[in-house]
């Protein structure tokens, strides 16, 4: 609340006050509050997440470029058709995947 002194110069009205008073109302029970720091470092994971992603799907452009779709970059073994269904930008079968 700001105070100026033109307001303050003048008589209150019956129904004004002056108090302190809060803007931000208490989180009711169950609720999260955020901080603008949460709020950066959950934007900042987002955006590490999409660029891991994009460059997944970057690099299973380029092995389609190169003919190595759907081929394991490890072992050169097929990764199975309901695997890449499930995730097109495998890069590694199941047993390799496995491995790690
Ligand atoms: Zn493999």
């Known amino acids: 609340m700001v105070l ?10 019956p129904t004004q006050h002056i108090g302190m008073k809060t803007d931000i109302a208490p989180a009711p029970p ?3 509050l955020l901080t603008k720091d949460d709020v950066v470092s959950t934007r900042r994971h987002d955006l590490l997440e999409r660029n ?7 690099a299973a452009l ?3 470029d ?3 779709f759907g081929v ?3 072992c050169n073994g097929p990764i199975p058709m309901r695997s890449l269904e499930a995730d097109p930008a495998l890069a590694r079968c199941p047993d390799c995947r ?3």
């Open 30 to 32: 169950g609720c999260l």
């Open 62 to 64: 380029s092995r389609m």
């Open 72 to 74: 394991c970059t490890q």
């Open 98 to 100: 496995e491995d790690c």
């Open 52 to 58: 891991r992603l994009l460059a997944r799907i970057d």
């Open 4 to 13: 100026c002194p033109e307001r303050l110069a003048k008589p209150l009205k």
């Open 66 to 68: 190169h003919g190595l």
